[in-house]
């Protein structure tokens, strides 16, 4: 499956912006799709993951009650909608996928979009 993650931009802290990952290749439901962020000087990690069906959503503890992930299998899509935005967010955000449930099994992604940069000014 091939991913495009697009949406990123400079917002003021306290603002909100809504990132989209376009899927293509393979059936988009059959994958288990997540959001990870990479700062500057710091490892990739887990941002929010959301089930094949969108029944089931996890969260970093960073995120909750700020960001929210959703799926339209129809139209091929993840989205990670992030409000209450902080400098701390800043980062490079990756949508990835893997048939496998990526929380569960605590795994790296088998596929990978190119990031896109959000920076958080205060």
């Known amino acids: 499956v091939q991913l495009q993650a697009s949406g990123g931009g400079l917002v003021q802290a306290g603002g909100s912006l809504r990132l989209s990952c376009a899927a293509s290749?393979?059936?988009?439901?059959?994958?288990?799709m997540a959001w990870f962020r990479q700062a500057p000087g710091k490892e990739r990690a887990i941002v929010a993951a959301i089930s094949w069906g969108g029944g089931s959503t996890y969260y970093a503890d960073s995120v909750k009650g700020r960001f929210t992930i959703s799926r339209d299998n129809a139209k091929n899509k993840v989205y990670l909608q992030m409000n209450s935005l902080k400098p701390d967010d800043t980062a490079v955000y990756y949508c990835?996928?893997?048939?496998?449930?990526?929380?569960?099994?605590?795994?790296?992604?088998?596929?990978w979009g190119q990031g896109t940069l959000v920076t958080v000014s205060s």
């Open positions: 290749g393979r059936t988009f439901s059959n994958y288990y």
């Open positions: 990835a996928a893997d048939p496998r449930n990526i929380v569960r099994l605590n795994i790296t992604p088998s596929y």
